[in-house]
């Protein structure tokens, strides 16, 4: 079966910016806060202060990925350019979003570049309250102006739109906001991450905001989803039962694995981030194969 890891991480060097102020690297892939946490954001053998395109090729090969989707947010730092040159260099198994703070003055500027120079085809937005645009300002509204002005654009460029708006209970987490905005724009593709990032317990929630959200250019990455059950172990019966209802809600053909690699490998290994996915008995053959390839080829390339 043909793999697309639909949502993965590189980074030249950790320049994160977050709700505990900057996330610079601390050496052997671990990341400090400006408050004075330390944590291990990667495994050290993939890098020191960064992760390369070359160092998580190695694990897709190892794991018999054929692509991926680089996608970035303020966790790991913004890394349009980087990104770039990883596409441009191993054009048959890299595409990206690109990313961008729609309160820059010099916004205009910034979009013609990653849009009509670079020509890059999608943009992520990350919205969340930890680390998204939400992490250092007033709440962002995801049908106000500000974010409507980035729409139109993406509607007027052919982008693919990448929304991750952060965990349940949290400010950032607008599903209603979302919905409306889908049904704005039916000639945008959007992709919400982490299949919204339910937790344990979310349940009814999950149901919910599924239900308000099916639309036909709606689709939803499922990385993260095992992580954020969390102190679930492998085989994630939690996450499993999410796919479950997603499957039943939005369909299989809307689901896409990804795995938010590199960081979510300090927790579990690659092997088990896809195979709980495959041995959940949720999708079928056929089912597999468009979560795993079929859609975010589509989608994405």
Known sequence: ?????????????????????????????????????????????????????????????????????????????????????????????????????????KVDEIRKRLFEDINFKAVKFELSNGSGLMANRPPVYLDGQVMNDCYRHARDCG???????????????????????????????FVLCHLLAPQRGDTDLLKEALNKLVRQNVYFDISSLAHNQQPEKYPYPTAVE???????????????????????????????LKNYIIDSGVFTENELEDVFFNTAEKIYF
């Open 159 to 189: 982008l693919t739109v990448v929304l991750d708006i952060g965990r349940p209970r949290n400010p950032c987490w607008q599903i209603d906001a979302v919905a409306s905005v889908v049904y704005k724009y039916p000639q945008i593709n």
């Open 1 to 105: 079966m043909k793999i697309i890891d639909a949502h993965v991480h590189i980074a030249q060097y950790l320049s994160g910016f977050t709700s505990r102020g900057e996330l610079r690297a601390a050496g052997r892939g671990r990341a400090k806060y400006c408050t004075g946490e330390t944590f291990q954001m990667f495994p050290p053998e993939l890098g020191d202060i960064g992760v390369s395109p070359e160092a998580i090729l190695s694990v897709m090969d190892d794991n018999g990925v054929d692509k991926a989707v680089l996608l970035q947010g303020n966790f790991m730092g913004f890394q349009n350019e980087y990104i770039f040159e990883a596409i441009r260099k191993y054009p048959d198994r890299f595409t990206g979003a690109a990313t961008y703070d729609p309160f820059c003055v």
């Open 242 to 272: 999410h796919l479950k209802n997603a499957k039943a809600i939005v369909g299989a053909d809307r689901l896409m694995f990804g795995t938010d690699m590199p960081c979510n490998l300090v927790h579990d290994s690659y092997a088990n």
